[in-house]
DNA sequence: ACCTGAACACCGTTCAAGT
DNA sequence: ACCTGAACACCGTTCAAGT
């Protein structure tokens, strides 16, 4: 924390650095990560690099746009799991548990991951890394590129679930005072499982929701026999 | 206002019905009907009810509160499927299928579900219905409990994704151009699953993913080594 | 080619003033 | 208690004008 200040260095950290695409998307990045996504805004991108709103759109196309290379840039940021000789289901795990530590890591990723649709280089190594795992299962085409696809949408949704609660401004308490307030005779079941509903850290749920769709994906057509010996 | 000579029955048809929590409701979900989930804001829901935007807060804490309320109404004008004598299985394959068509029935649905979270008796009765037949088929509170969730929001996020592709102005043809233009050196199953990764229509790829996740959730637990326990 | 200020057409929310 | 107009503090996007 406390180092011998040095002679302000004007060249570690320029003025006023030009603007380029990857110059507004590491601005955005940063605004996010300090105010979350509803802090996150076009004029205050702008502002951030001084400058005004409209100067950006030489770079980006619109909002929508800045959010899919934010996403695809914080993906691409993020570490890899060693791809070393771990059975698949534990490689796939792994990877997944990263890709949501991810998410949680940096403040309003989670939201972004679910509102914007990242097709570049850093979300696509993630789905190269988990095809290959898939196919290494012996799932077909099909199933391992649907299998993907499944297991990414569900942990960029759970990881956007909570990410909203906490950031929506609503208690969970106040969600299970709402449910333990409806007529207990005709929903009886969600009364007497409320402990359950509401049950399970952050991570446990997440991990258990991916371990219950590898099981599924493991358990029917495409998976060779004698694979696992875990049986 | 008008009190003498009415040519017809107003009573039939209110010229300027009192404001009320379900009217309010109601015009937004028309509204929503009608222009999308970004064309929906307080504002024009209260000028659809010839009001100032201030007026809906004495019925309505906010926006957020606004879209939970329409989301649980709108789940519970969802007819449930007949609660015949169906197997678990196909049950809930009927339940589930008829969740997604509701939330692709309305526009704008699919999205608010994704983004509110509704814990009225809307929503509560399909939870209500899943459990039920969830802990039939021998499961116990918590997986039933968990599995319900994991279920809903899986129809959710694909529901959601679906949508968000068609609103966001986002051509899927695009986001396949953009795949196609990655390095095929450094992304080779990529490149080779992309008829894979982008076929399927909306219900057929939701249908197959809610199948998946039953076979999971059927799969005796337990049966994998390591990880699943440490919950 | 890049940048900018100003304008346009919107937002959610609050509040004093009315009834 | 309910409703309202006006105000506050914001938005994304466009465009003519500058360099």
């Known amino acids: 924390m406390n180092e011998r200040t040095p002679p302000t260095s004007r060249r570690s950290r320029p003025a006023k650095p030009p603007l380029s695409r990857e110059?507004?998307?590491a601005a955005a990045l940063d605004l996010m990560a300090r105010d979350?996504?509803?802090g996150l805004s076009l004029r205050r991108v702008a502002a951030e690099l001084d400058t005004g709103a409209a100067s950006l759109y030489v770079y980006v196309a619109n909002l929508g746009?800045?959010?899919?290379?934010?996403?695809?840039?914080?993906?691409?940021?993020?570490?890899?799991?060693?791809?070393?000789?771990a059975p698949w289901r534990e490689?796939?795990?792994?990877?997944?548990?990263?890709y949501l530590q991810a998410l949680h890591g940096r403040r309003g990723l989670a939201r972004l991951a679910m509102t914007a649709l990242a097709a570049?280089?850093?979300a696509m190594r993630?789905?190269?890394?988990?095809?290959h795992l898939l196919r290494g299962a012996g799932m077909d085409g099909r199933r391992a590129a649907w299998g993907v696809d499944l297991l990414l949408l569900q942990a960029t949704a759970i990881a956007a679930e909570q990410a909203g609660r906490d950031a929506g401004g609503l208690r969970p308490e106040s969600i299970r005072?709402?449910?333990?307030?409806?007529?207990?005779?005709?929903?009886p079941l969600v009364r007497a499982h409320a402990d359950d509903l509401f049950s399970g850290g952050g991570l446990q749920r997440a991990a258990w929701a991916l371990e219950v769709i590898l099981?599924?994906?493991a358990a029917a057509p495409g998976v060779r026999p004698g694979l696992g010996e875990t049986l």
């Open 23 to 25: 110059v507004i998307v």
């Open 36 to 38: 979350g996504f509803s």
């Open 65 to 85: 746009h800045l959010h899919r290379l934010m996403l695809d840039a914080a993906l691409g940021e993020m570490q890899l799991p060693e791809d070393g000789s």
């Open 91 to 98: 490689a796939a795990m792994s990877l997944l548990l990263a």
């Open 120 to 122: 570049g280089p850093g």
């Open 126 to 131: 993630i789905w190269e890394r988990l095809l």
């Open 177 to 187: 005072e709402e449910v333990e307030a409806l007529p207990e005779e005709r929903y």
């Open 215 to 217: 099981d599924g994906l």
